[in-house]
């Protein structure tokens, strides 16, 4: 059993910066490919990023490249997204993930199959 935490979410202008943390239970975590995925109002969920096992591969969406970094500590247990430059697109609850059977980078949501409960980024005008 895997739980996911994520935190650092709010409202923030265009143009700012957040860092959302991911917090991870378990002693397998440096096993698990990890993603973020978010989902807009009226949209279904997307990939934002993913990384592998390591941290040594990552996978971003087009229109996340370039502004948002996907990193994690595994001595921490800890998933990190780092978005800069923010647009009002980038509203959206955001997901951690985590997958137990796949250590690449993987943008598929059915290959996840640990969530967290989301955390919501508001992107003002």
């Known amino acids: 059993q895997v739980q996911l935490v994520e935190s650092g979410g709010g409202l923030v202008q265009a143009g700012g910066s957040l860092r959302l943390s991911c917090a991870a239970s378990?002693?397998?975590?440096?096993?698990?490919?990890m993603g973020w995925f978010r989902q807009a109002p009226g949209k279904e969920r997307e990939l934002v990023a993913a990384?592998?096992?390591?941290?040594?591969?990552?996978v971003f969406a087009d229109s996340v490249k370039g502004r948002f970094t996907i990193s994690r500590d595994n001595a921490k247990n800890t998933l990190y997204l780092q978005m800069n430059s923010l647009k009002p697109e980038d509203t959206a609850v955001y997901y951690c993930?985590?997958?137990?059977?796949?250590?690449?980078?993987?943008?598929?949501?059915?290959?996840?199959?640990?969530w967290g409960q989301g955390t919501q980024v508001t992107v003002s005008s």
């Open positions: 993930a985590a997958s137990t059977g796949v250590v690449a980078a993987t943008p598929l949501p059915y290959d996840y199959d640990y």
């Open positions: 378990g002693r397998s975590f440096s096993r698990y490919a």
């Open positions: 990384i592998s096992w390591s941290g040594g591969s990552t």
